[in-house]
């Protein structure tokens, strides 16, 4: 099996058109950054019935995700880059439904994609105990569940100690992806994320719009002008529309080409 070994700002994913009999067995085998590829998890791309392509996500422990901010745009990459499509507007199917991509092109070859992710709804704040103490964050869904936490600094957030105890908390039956936000200045946002699935990543699209849309819900960033997340492995541009309606903008880049016979 031949895979694409991609990543948008250091999150990687191995991507593979067409997809095996048990994905998830797969994703856990290849994703090993030690006896397999290495990899946050693995993304495969299929054809659709309702969109140009699908995508299905599965983390590096074989569990599936909903939706992937830097995977999808790393799919747009895919696709054109290998000659699938010559469409600079594509849909995707997802589990968070159809999201449509515009790619930008430098000397032929897909270079950025900015992402329609739909509409992100903030609840309201909750007030979560773990073992005595107290913590406060957002819950956003961007299709998928996150839990923002604002911090002074974000460098210095308890993201590997904190992060798994929020993922698994019961206030969040399904799990959740957990950012720790670090508000700048003007709209300009410093996140690190825990995600559910695969633990500490350098960068997480989805997280990104959810802190966005959390900053902007407590006033702290303006909506409409572009808001830049800067992540552990890079930035990304956010615009959030009046309705809530999420454009991000960012990278896609191809590692490697590698083959495998471990599945």
Not at 25 to 46: E, K, N, P, Y
Request: proline share 5%.
């Amino acid at each position: 099996m031949r895979f694409t070994k991609m990543h948008g700002l250091g999150n990687d994913y191995l991507y593979v058109y067409g997809e095996p009999e048990n994905p998830a067995q797969a994703s856990v085998l290849l994703s090993d950054r030690h006896f397999g590829a290495g990899s946050d998890g693995m993304i495969w791309i299929s054809p659709s019935s309702v969109a140009d392509f699908k995508m299905r996500i599965f983390n590096a422990d074989g569990s599936e995700a909903m939706m992937c901010g830097n995977g999808i745009r790393c799919v747009g990459k895919y696709v054109y880059d290998k000659g699938y499509t010559t469409k600079t507007h594509l849909t995707v199917e997802t589990l968070s439904g159809i999201r449509t991509l515009k790619l930008f092109l430098r000397e032929g070859r897909v270079d950025r994609v900015a992402v329609d992710m739909g509409k992100a709804v903030a609840g309201e704040d909750l007030t979560l105990d773990l073992d005595g103490e107290t913590v406060r964050c957002t819950p956003v869904s961007v299709g998928n569940p996150h839990a923002v936490l604002f911090v002074e600094d974000a460098q210095a957030a308890p993201v590997t100690t904190l992060g798994p105890r929020l993922e698994t908390h019961p206030a969040f039956p399904g799990g959740v992806n957990v950012e720790f936000l670090q508000v700048l200045g003007d709209n300009q946002l410093r996140m690190r994320v825990w995600e559910r699935g695969s633990g500490v990543t350098m960068a997480c699209g989805t997280g990104a719009c959810a802190s966005a849309m959390a900053a902007v819900v407590r006033g702290l960033c303006r909506r409409e002008d572009p808001i830049a997340v800067h992540l552990d492995g890079g930035t990304l541009t956010i615009a959030i529309a009046p309705d809530g309606t999420v454009t991000m903008t960012g990278p896609a880049e191809t590692i490697y080409e590698g083959e495998t016979a471990l599945c």
